[in-house]
């Protein structure tokens, strides 16, 4: 019996936004839409720990990218880009491809 499908089950894989709670107020004062994120650290933290949770009970690798606000700020400088969630997702993407293929395309 061949297997056409090439993915491995070790292949799945969501990545998420980090942050660290000493950064919240920053995080929210100065990304764009800071507005549209929860009010504290602590909510944000449980319904972040809730989807990685869920994630991992249906077989996803979690990899979280911590956002450092003046690393994040500089990258965001560097391509154009404001400090937003698509920022956020670009930048998320990026670490995660660095960390699984070491910078390799």
């Known amino acids: 019996m061949s297997n056409d499908d090439d993915t491995d089950d070790d292949d799945n894989f969501i990545v998420m936004v980090w942050h660290r709670r000493e950064d919240w107020p920053e995080i929210k004062q100065r990304f764009v839409d800071g507005n549209k994120l929860p009010e504290t650290y602590d909510e944000w933290l449980r319904r972040s720990e809730a989807t990685a949770s869920a994630a991992a009970s249906q077989g996803f690798t979690v990899i979280r990218v911590l956002i450092m606000p003046d690393e994040f700020a500089i990258w965001c400088a560097?391509?154009?880009?404001?400090?937003?969630?698509?920022?956020?997702?670009?930048?998320?993407?990026?670490a995660a491809f660095r960390m699984l293929f070491g910078g390799r395309r």
């Open 78 to 94: 560097r391509r154009y880009l404001d400090m937003d969630a698509e920022a956020r997702i670009a930048f998320t993407s990026e």
